[in-house]
Nanobody, 120 residues
C-alpha cells in the first residue's frame, strides 16, 4: 500500500491550492482518510479528515477556508485550501487507516508529504 500526494507549491497570501492524495495497492477500505501538516519546529497536526460514510472533521484553523473531499472509487482524498495565510506554510501529509490484503486488520499509512509555502 502506498499513498502518493501531490499539489503543493508556492502561493501568495489569500491564494488557493488543491492537494490530492491517491492510495494504491490491494485495498479493501480506507477509513478515515485525511490530511495532517507539520510546520517548521512544530508537531504534526490534523488538518481535516473524512470518513467513508461522508462525515468530516476539521480543525478550527481550517473551518471555512479548507474543504476535504473523497473519491472512494479512486481511493483519493482532496484538500482544497482557500484564503491561505503565511501560517499555513507547512509540509502536508495525507493519512489513512487502510485495510488491505497486506494487512487485513488494518494499519495507518502516511504519504510522503507535499510542501505548501504561503508568502508574498
Amino acid at each position: 500500500v502506498q499513498l502518493q500526494a501531490s499539489g503543493g507549491g508556492w502561493v501568495q497570501p489569500g491564494g488557493s491550492l488543491r492537494l490530492s492524495c491517491v492510495a494504491s495497492g490491494n485495498i479493501f477500505s480506507i477509513n478515515p482518510m485525511g490530511w495532517y501538516r507539520q510546520a517548521p519546529g512544530k508537531q504534526r497536526e490534523l488538518v481535516a479528515r473524512a470518513a467513508s460514510g461522508g462525515a468530516t472533521d476539521y480543525r478550527d484553523f481550517a473551518k471555512g477556508r479548507f474543504f476535504i473531499a473523497r473519491d472512494l472509487g479512486r481511493n483519493e482524498v482532496l484538500l482544497i485550501m482557500n484564503s491561505l495565510k503565511p501560517e499555513d506554510t507547512a509540509v502536508y501529509y495525507c493519512n489513512g487507516f487502510i485495510i488491505s490484503s497486506d494487512n487485513p486488520e488494518g494499519d495507518e499509512y502516511w504519504g510522503q508529504g507535499t510542501l505548501v509555502t504561503v508568502s508574498s
